[in-house]
């Protein structure tokens, strides 16, 4: 009699460990096309500066590289290099954005830039909202001052931590 009892106890423990084996390839699976996908983006955008200007982009890359080796965060770079016309729409959206002729993006000379880590099974992001002293702790700050580029972070009158720009 004990035995038929136990049964059912197996196949529901089997069914529930198959069940996490699933979820957790699954998980798996989807951080390995997210972290592909966003190398593919910072690639791309990395590329559009090179059309511009291949020191600064390879400036970028270095950075980006860096950043990802010494401070255990990823990188996925959010806007490099914008036309004039997407310069004039974000300018008309946020008043307090850069004008065409004072954005170092429309240069090429310029990157935006949010910061990802996986704990567990979270993803913690540092992002535009994120206070200075979250992203100083990063020490992507300093990082950006070995590459000789300045950090929005660092603009008196406007909160922008996530542009690095080369002057």
Known sequence: MGSKKR??????LINTLILLIIITIGYVCYT???????RFINRSELNDLAGVNKEYAERFEHFVDDIEKESGWKVKIISGLRSREEQIQLKRD????????????VLGRAVDINLYKRVGLTTLWLKKGNSKGSWR????????????????????NY???????IN
């Open 7 to 12: 049964t059912p106890l197996i196949r529901h």
């Open 32 to 38: 390995i096309v997210y972290d592909l996908r966003v």
């Open 94 to 105: 946020n008043p307090r954005n850069a004008a065409v002729n004072k954005s170092r993006h």
């Open 137 to 156: 702790k990063t020490g992507v700050p300093e990082i950006a001052n070995r590459y000789h580029l300045l950090w929005g972070g660092t603009y008196r």
């Open 159 to 165: 909160h922008d931590p996530v542009h690095f720009e």
